[in-house]
């Protein structure tokens, strides 16, 4: 039988034309159905954008929480057709294809083999699902996948850029920034002649001979020596690239919101950051946390509960970051899957948060036999997949059905979360884990371009 290979353009060409089914359908069902198709943020967004072509506050339209940025994005909503913003949204899914496409190629991947990967992406029908019915996360996708492609080709500034307007954008991208900061360890960042390399070499075996002719002063000095060694690797962990980055993105980041405070005032500042800080979610989502904030709405412990959430989550987030940054796309990957799972407030679109990560993080799982597609790989996707569809149909019966399930989706709540956690450890010890950087501070080659 013979093999067909899609090409990226033939790709990108099949993608757009789900994409385009999907819009059609869609705009079919909202005129036809009394179950909409487009997503209800969809029309806040919308309604604000409606606002600011009248010379008023987005926030005048109730529930919207985003940077004033998003409803000027979506004013030719008002201007020429409602649609308009779910074609940029569709238009942003294609752009983060393309980047996904030349990250797997600049790590060293055939062009035929990163198509295979990118279709998991561009032609995922999940994804296409919610840029379609309205949903912006894949705008936030793009500038998070940007800027780090921007910053492995070493252009810090227009990286710095991307990445603190999508923080300002929506403040979840900042948990990338310690993984970004290991990252850019001069020793893989910074490339060095061969020679400065052989010097050093020659450095630390004369280190190596000193201590172990000093062998004596080595064991009444290793208390102070285990100190001395964390301030020196603290030290060093200050870079010229780290603080320019650091820089140069919190102040993109602080330029953004500091204008649209002026132009807004706190009410940017509430609803856009804060809120999502105190914010409790009564209704029914993913999270495991979603019951007790339900049975604790009105109680001021309800309010502390959901603030101390935050202490697991950014903890291993933090942690995961510093073990796993040199390979920036893995760590991503991990950080926004642990985040989503502890998260107080889970909904479907926040997948997108860890898939546009999927087609960099799979091609790892690959070259391992004990996590391939074919055993491990499988099981997790299973797992993923059958909780989900335990908690939706606990949902759909309180929903539709008007059964009171909220126990049973509870349950289900947990048997997600004990899923999440499992593929969770799964992931961090049995990847394979590639740094980005080689010795030389060029890019590793991971992949064999005949692959």
């Known amino acids: 039988m013979p093999r067909f290979d899609f090409t990226f353009r033939q790709l990108i060409w099949a993608s757009v034309v789900l994409h385009g089914i999907l819009l059609v359908y869609g705009h079919w069902q909202d005129t036809h159905l009394v179950v909409k198709y487009t997503d209800i943020d969809y029309v806040v967004f919308t309604d604000a954008s409606r606002y ?16 004033p940025l998003l409803a000027q994005l979506l004013m030719p909503n008002i201007w020429f057709n409602e649609s308009f913003g779910k074609w940029i ?24 083999r990163a198509v295979k990967f990118n279709a998991i992406w561009l032609l995922n029908p999940m994804v296409a699902n919610i840029s379609t019915r309205g949903n912006a996360e894949s705008v936030i996708g793009a500038m998070v996948l940007g800027s780090f492609y921007l910053i492995m080709k070493r252009r810090i500034g227009w990286g710095a850029f991307l990445y603190g307007l999508s923080v300002h954008f929506k403040t979840y991208p900042i948990i990338y920034s310690i993984s970004l900061l290991v990252m850019m360890d ?8 061969k020679e400065a390399l052989e010097a050093e070499k020659e450095k630390e075996e004369g280190g190596r001979g ?97 603030v101390l959430t935050f202490v697991p989550q950014l903890a291993l987030v933090l ?49 391992n036999p004990r996590m391939s597609l074919k055993s491990q790989g499988r099981n997790m996707l299973i797992g993923w997949v059958v909780s989900q569809g335990l908690w939706l149909s606990q949902a759909y019966n309180l929903e539709f059905l008007g059964m009171n399930t909220f126990w049973n989706l509870f349950i289900a709540s947990a048997l997600m979360y004990a899923s999440n956690v499992w593929i969770l450890v799964e992931l961090i010890t049995g990847a394979t884990y590639e740094p980005i950087f080689g010795d030389r501070g060029v890019i590793r080659q991971i992949w064999s371009p005949r692959s």
């Not at 294609?94 to 035929?112: A, P, T």
């Not at 001069?186 to 490339?191: E, L, P």
């Not at 998260?343 to 990560?357: E, G, H, L, P, R």
């Open 319 to 367: 942690a995961i970051g510093c073990c796993f940054g040199k390979d920036i796309f893995f760590c991503a990957f991990l950080q926004t899957f642990a985040f989503v799972a502890w998260n107080k407030v889970c909904t479907a679109q926040y997948f997108m948060w860890y898939i546009v990560f999927l087609p960099l993080l799979i091609p790892n799982l690959a070259s």
């Open 52 to 67: 600011l072509t009248q010379g008023e506050s987005p926030y005048k339209r109730a529930t919207y929480r985003y940077t």
């Open 210 to 306: 000193g201590q172990a002719s000093s062998s004596g002063h080595h064991s009444s000095e290793s208390k102070d020596s285990v100190v001395v060694k964390a301030v020196k690797d603290l030290i060093n962990f200050i870079t010229w690239r780290r603080v320019q980055f650091g820089l140069l993105s919190g102040g993109w980041f602080f330029i953004f919101t500091g204008v649209m405070y002026y132009m807004y005032g706190y009410e940017f500042l509430y609803e856009t950051y804060l809120y999502h800080v105190t914010r409790k979610d009564h209704r029914h989502n993913f999270s495991f946390w979603f019951y007790n904030i339900y049975l604790t709405f009105t109680s001021p412990t309800g309010t502390l509960v959901g």
């Open 186 to 193: 001069d020793k893989y960042f910074q490339v060095q002649d």
């Open 89 to 112: 949204f569709t238009g942003a899914n294609l752009l983060i294809g393309v980047l996904i496409q030349k990250i797997l190629r600049l790590r060293g991947m055939s062009e035929s």
